[in-house]
C-alpha cells in the first residue's frame, strides 16, 4: 500500500515540477524525474532557482561588457 502512495505522490510532484520547469524554460523531462524522486524537495529547488533566461542574458551582458568593440 505504501508503494501506491508513493507512487501517487511521485506522480502528482513530477507533474508539477514538469508544469513549473516549462514556465521557466528549461527541461521537462528532468525536472519530471526530479520531482518524481524527490518529490515536494524538488519543486522547491525549482522554484529557488533563477529562470534560465535572466541566467543567459546576464551572462550575456557580462560578455558584452569585455568586448574589443567596446573600447
Known sequence: MIGLWL??????????????????DR??????????????????????LPKLKEEIEKIEDDHSLLSIDKI
Open 7 to 24: 507512487a501517487i505522490s511521485g506522480l502528482i510532484f513530477g507533474t508539477l515540477c514538469s508544469y513549473t520547469a516549462k514556465k521557466q
Open 27 to 48: 527541461f521537462t523531462k528532468n525536472w519530471f524525474l526530479i520531482g518524481f524522486v524527490s518529490g515536494p524537495l524538488g519543486l522547491l529547488v525549482l522554484n529557488i
